[in-house]
């Protein structure tokens, strides 16, 4: 829509990149080593964030960044039952679900423990894991002891809303919690990551000038908290206002218009 006029190639702040053109911050390069190690130990991570600090793109990126020939991933939304999660696995590994809850739990262990033995690590990406019962979070850690809880054969991440954290310190949760091997923690950016966010995704788009003020760029890091989604939601509503008026450089004016639609109550 407005691409051409601000001399683009595609549109810019869409959460839609590939995983080699996302935004390499300080705070996913650290939490893509840490569950780079989660998976090479066959342990248990935590990656946690409030809504729209790009846990997916996290995801996503540390998908990218293993060997598929040697790993197997299982991307899962959280069940609201136990038996639902097993469900879950046994579709996702190829199985014929038995009827009884015992033998499925055991078909899902023996599959992971089959795949590992021939040197694939299977890894469970288990996202909005904030919204899972205790029941489920147990099943899941079930489903990973085997050997009389000497060795996981699979890699588990647990993915979910900052309030994820406050409730594996719950004492029904402890054993689950025991057994993280890391945690880690997706922040909004600083001011300087949020220009330099910007940047990249106008680059990505094929900007060869500036298209937002330094003061606009501000405003941005500002009203956004540094969230990434945010900050596409504000740039996109910015570029459109500014193209509705034709200028070729998004200035305060423009993201005033755009705050307006985006977020009127904080206009």
């Known amino acids: 829509m407005f691409t051409g006029f601000f001399g683009l190639t595609r549109q810019p702040f869409t959460a839609e990149l590939p995983p080699d053109a996302?935004?390499?911050?300080?705070?996913?390069?650290?939490?893509?080593?840490?569950?780079?190690?989660?998976?090479?130990?066959?342990?248990?991570?935590?990656?946690?964030?409030?809504?729209g600090t790009g846990k997916s793109a996290t995801l996503r990126a540390l998908v990218a960044a293993c060997d598929q020939a040697r790993h197997k991933f299982i991307y899962l939304i959280m069940p609201r039952s136990p038996r639902g999660l097993l469900m879950l696995l046994c579709h996702a590994l190829g199985l014929d679900p038995a009827w009884s809850a015992v033998d499925l739990a055991a078909q899902v262990k023996e599959a992971l423990s089959r795949l590992d033995a021939h040197g694939v690590t299977p890894v469970l990406l288990c996202d909005e894991a904030q919204l899972a019962p205790v029941s489920v979070l147990d099943e899941l850690r079930l489903c990973c002891n085997t050997a009389m809880d000497a060795r996981c054969p699979a890699a588990v991440v647990l993915s979910g809303h900052s309030s994820l954290r406050r409730?594996?310190?719950?004492?029904?949760?402890?054993?689950?919690?025991?057994?993280?091997?890391?945690?880690?923690?997706?922040?909004?950016?600083?001011?300087?990551?949020t220009a330099s966010y910007m940047e990249h995704q106008l680059q990505w788009a094929g900007a060869c000038r500036p298209l937002f003020t330094r003061e606009v760029?501000?405003?941005?890091?500002?009203?956004?908290?540094?969230?990434?989604?945010?900050?596409?939601?504000?740039?996109?509503?910015?570029?459109?206002?500014?193209?509705?008026?034709?200028?070729?450089?998004?200035?305060e004016p423009a993201f005033r218009q755009a705050l307006k639609a985006v977020d009127p109550e904080s206009a």
Request: aromatic letters at 4%; one cysteine or more; glycine letters at 6%.
């Open 22 to 51: 996302l935004f390499r911050s300080v705070p996913l390069e650290e939490a893509l080593a840490r569950l780079c190690f989660v998976i090479d130990q066959h342990g248990i991570g935590l990656l946690t964030g409030e809504p």
């Open 217 to 251: 760029i501000e405003l941005v890091a500002h009203h956004s908290r540094g969230v990434p989604r945010q900050i596409n939601r504000l740039c996109t509503a910015a570029l459109l206002a500014a193209f509705a008026v034709q200028q070729p450089l998004v200035e």
């Open 167 to 193: 409730r594996l310190a719950l004492e029904s949760l402890a054993p689950l919690a025991q057994r993280l091997a890391v945690t880690t923690a997706l922040p909004g950016l600083s001011t300087q990551q």
